[in-house]
């Protein structure tokens, strides 16, 4: 049976159902309802609390289920809202506000203070062109992936959106050059810096002075304290010359950003964190679909049955001749161990092995045959084999696509055996 998470109202009902009459009705009627804020503030906290219980439990399903009320685990999304970007002064001028401009959430509290919420940050170029006041509607993504950044504007009273503040500058006797180049002077209290980029500029005194705000878009940075830091500018060419800059915030230059839609969208990537528990990383561009149908299904690994399966795709394939001995078995091995050689040439060192798996507790055993697949040269001192496996020379011959096949299959069984017991790769010519 599956139950939608209590809301708001149902705990009222509840905190009216369970506490005497005479008490609730007092506190709901007397002063306007003044003395029931406390407990719309306790029911409205523990909605609050419910819903994101609700939301968090049920998004760690992988797959729908009968007790289902939210959706299962998906891939993260930033929320999106749109929002008018409007001036209200210095419409002459063409003007861009570029993408990644960030605006915030401020939501007021009960002293009447606004509190820093959430931030958007835009998601493309808007363009004004000269006399053009707006309103033009620009889309928005939180900046962060997640929940947090739903929020119901229509109707809510006590939030406000706004530019994010960037910092004002005033910077003295900065010399203007005709290739739209401010450059400041080091030593006075203000200074360019990157991170004033996609702000505008007044420039207030000087031949240039008067004319329209330019938006800082590149900087040469200064490499010491006693360099000077230079911006470059839009617009039509400066004067050359030496004049006073202040850096302004977007509402001084008279942008102004409305009240926004709805914020929706926003959601946790449970199912990369189910993913990443598993260690099944989500692929580049892979949907949720696909991605989901990967961790749903258990990696074939561990059991003697996922081993032999191994072996089939890497050695049956390629035609080479395998046996699977487990510990414990009565069986006595003859052969070859296949060990990594340094000598960084892909090729490795043998050495004999001659073992009774009946005593054997620690490892599992994959016995191979000799086939010369990729060979090169001739093995000329084995003139009964079709591989010269011990010896990493040309005129001796070398099986390249024998040894790339045991160097994968190595690599292989150390991953498919997961927790369980090592493996041992022998060579027996006999096979």
Known sequence: MSFQPIDESGLLDVFRKEVAKEYVVGLETENDGFGFDIVYVFAAQQARVAEAFALSSQAYYLRPHSTQVRPESQGELHAVLTAPLRRTGNVDFPALLAAGLECQLLVRDGLGHLISQERYRLASDVDFVAGDAGPIVASFEDTRAGYQGNFPWPGTEGREFEFVLRGRSSVVGATIGAANDITDVPGVADRFSAVMIGQFVRIVTGPNAGAFPRRITAIAPATNSGQSTTIFVDGPTLVAGIGDVEVEEFADVGFVVGAPSPATKGRHG??????????????????????????????????????????????????????????????????????????????????????????????????????????????????????????????????????????????????????????????????
């Open 270 to 431: 449970w199912l990369d964190a189910i993913g990443n528990e598993r260690n099944i990383i989500r692929q580049p561009f892979e949907a949720d679909e696909p991605y989901r149908q990967r961790i749903v299904e258990l990696p074939d690994v561990v059991s003697p049955a996922a081993i032999l399966r191994l072996l089939n795709r890497v050695l049956g394939a390629a035609g080479i001749p395998f046996d699977l001995r487990e510990a414990g078995e009565a069986y006595t091995v003859n052969g070859f161990r296949w060990v990594p050689a340094n000598t960084g040439s892909g090729w490795l060192s043998t050495t004999v092995v001659n073992d009774n798996l009946a005593l054997e507790r620690r490892r599992f055993y994959v016995i191979v045959g000799l086939t010369g697949e990729g060979e090169l040269g001739t093995p000329y001192d084995s003139p009964e084999l079709n591989n010269a496996f011990d010896y990493d020379a040309l005129f001796d011959g070398f099986p390249v696509g024998w040894v790339a096949a045991l160097n994968a299959l190595l690599n292989q069984l150390n991953q498919v055996r997961g927790g369980g017991i090592a493996p041992i790769i022998v060579i027996d010519p006999t096979l």
